[in-house]
Nanobody, 124 residues
Framework: QVQLVESGGGLVQAGGSLRLSCAASGRTFSSVAMAWFRQAPGKEREFVATISWSGSRPYYADSVKGRFTISRDNAKNTMYLQMNSLKPEDTAVYYC?????????????????WGQGTQVTVSS
C-alpha cells in the first residue's frame, strides 16, 4: 500500500519558520518528481513547489519564492519543505504529492499519489 505522510505542521507567528516532511512508504519514489501543494479555507488547492527525481530542478510558486526551499532525501524516501519568513497568507493545509514521471509540474493532475495533509497556521 502506497502512503505519503506529511508532518511538521503547526502554529507559528508571522516571520517564523517551519519544516514540513513527507515520508513515503509502499514503494520507492526516487525516480519520480514530488511536490507540495496547499489549500486555504474557501480556496482551491494551489501549487507551492516541486522537485525532480534527482533533486536538481526545484521550482516554486512566485508567492513562496525566496522564502521556501524544497528538498528530498531519496535514501530516506522523504521530501521536505523548509518554510521561512512565514506570512498569515501561508496559512493552509499542505499536501505532498508524487508524480508518475521524473520531471515536476505545477499541475495537480500530473500527480499520482497524495498525502492527507498537515495544517500550517501563521498568526499575525
Amino acid at each position: 500500500q502506497v502512503q505519503l505522510v506529511e508532518s511538521g505542521g503547526g502554529l507559528v507567528q508571522a516571520g517564523g519558520s517551519l519544516r514540513l516532511s513527507c515520508a513515503a512508504s509502499g514503494r520507492t519514489f526516487s525516480s519520480v518528481a514530488m511536490a507540495w501543494f496547499r489549500q486555504a479555507p474557501g480556496k482551491e488547492r494551489e501549487f507551492v513547489a516541486t522537485i525532480s527525481w534527482s533533486g536538481s530542478r526545484p521550482y516554486y510558486a512566485d508567492s513562496v519564492k525566496g522564502r521556501f526551499t524544497i528538498s528530498r532525501d531519496n535514501a530516506k524516501n522523504t521530501m521536505y519543505l523548509q518554510m521561512n519568513s512565514l506570512k498569515p497568507e501561508d496559512t493552509a493545509v499542505y499536501y505532498c504529492a508524487a508524480a508518475a514521471t521524473g520531471l515536476g509540474s505545477a499541475r495537480s493532475y500530473d500527480y499520482e499519489y497524495w498525502g492527507q495533509g498537515t495544517q500550517v497556521t501563521v498568526s499575525s
